[in-house]
Nanobody, 125 residues
Framework: QPHLAEAGGGSVQPGGSLRLSCIVSGYNYQGPCMSWFRQAPGKEREGVAFIWPSGRIDLVDSVKGRFTASQDKDKKTLFLQMNSLQSEDTAMYYC???????????????????WGQGTQVTVSS
């Protein structure tokens, strides 16, 4: 059974930074689509970053220029570097893995099969 484990969340003031990590085990890391999602209280879970099997990385517009997603395939680890954090970034952050379809990856929650337990990010003064 694949297992994803996030770490690195915490509480920071606006303008601060955090680096999230997600270790993947029990899964063929070379094949799937990987992603970061977040869910704020009372809101839908939304995608933040998407990583294709090819290595292509896409970020949603709301975090471009502030967040950077990366991966270490040898260590089967995803990273999400978050800079210039704002109160609107407060949420539970999840990493997820799912199948690619002819090399393409979904941006929808339904496209991801395996999820971590989440790590809380709180941005507040």
């Amino acid at each position: 059974q694949p297992h994803l484990a996030e770490a690195g969340g915490g509480s920071v003031q606006p303008g601060g930074s955090l680096r999230l990590s997600c270790i993947v085990s029990g899964y063929n890391y070379q094949g799937p689509c990987m992603s970061w999602f977040r869910q704020a209280p009372g809101k839908e879970r939304e995608g933040v970053a998407f990583i294709w099997p090819s290595g292509r990385i896409d970020l949603v517009d709301s975090v471009k220029g502030r967040f950077t997603a990366s991966q270490d395939k040898d260590k089967k680890t995803l990273f999400l570097q978050m800079n210039s954090l704002q109160s609107e970034d407060t949420a539970m952050y999840y990493c997820a893995a799912g199948p690619s379809l002819y090399g393409d990856c979904s941006r929808a929650r339904s496209g991801y099969t395996f999820w971590g337990q989440g790590t809380q990010v709180t941005v507040s003064s």
